[in-house]
């Protein structure tokens, strides 16, 4: 019998967390596993939270990222559950949809950006959806963070 396949988006970012915390407990809830996934690039064309001189260090930052969040996450849900991490250079879109491909499930985390923000940069969650040949669970920023807004008949 195969196990229930959760693959998360994880980047080293609160929104990385919470799909990791989500998918983590999603999977222990099915008797899944979850496959945690950062994608990380060395040329600067994808955004990274991570600065390095040498791809062999880019790689090494992004599996210690990784090997954090999963722990973190561990910890924090105090489940037996196995999460595996990969770290694998590309764009992170591109990445997470391959990881998926064999997946019952792919989990993200919103960063909360502005529409303009989002237009300029691109989303990765969007282009998952477009791409992925497994349902999205696309988790929100909490209410809380979300910026206010600046619609003066919203002030009124």
């Known amino acids: 019998m195969n196990s229930y396949l959760i693959v998360a988006g994880v980047d080293g970012s609160e ?6 915390q989500w998918a983590a407990k999603e999977a222990g809830s099915r008797g899944g596993v979850v496959q945690a996934v950062l994608a990380w690039s060395w040329d600067g064309l994808d ?6 001189t040498y ?21 924090q849900c105090g489940l037996p559950l ?6 694998v250079e590309g764009s992170p879109a591109a990445v997470l949809t391959a990881a998926a491909r064999t997946a019952d499930l792919l989990v993200l985390g919103s960063h909360g950006h502005s529409r303009i923000r989002r237009t300029a940069l691109g989303s990765v969650s969007e ?4 791409r992925a040949a497994c349902p999205v669970v ?6 809380k963070q979300l910026e206010p807004a600046h619609d003066p008949a919203l002030l009124s």
């Not at 282009?127 to 477009?130: A, G, S, V």
């Open 127 to 130: 282009e998952c959806i477009r």
């Open 82 to 87: 196995p999460i595996a991490g990969e770290a």
């Open 15 to 20: 929104g990385g967390r919470r799909a990791l």
């Open 138 to 143: 696309v988790i929100p920023v909490p209410a």
């Open 55 to 75: 791809p062999e260090v880019e790689a090494q930052q992004a599996r210690s990222i990784l090997d954090r969040e999963i722990d973190a996450v561990t910890r």
């Open 47 to 52: 955004f990274v939270p991570i600065a390095a």
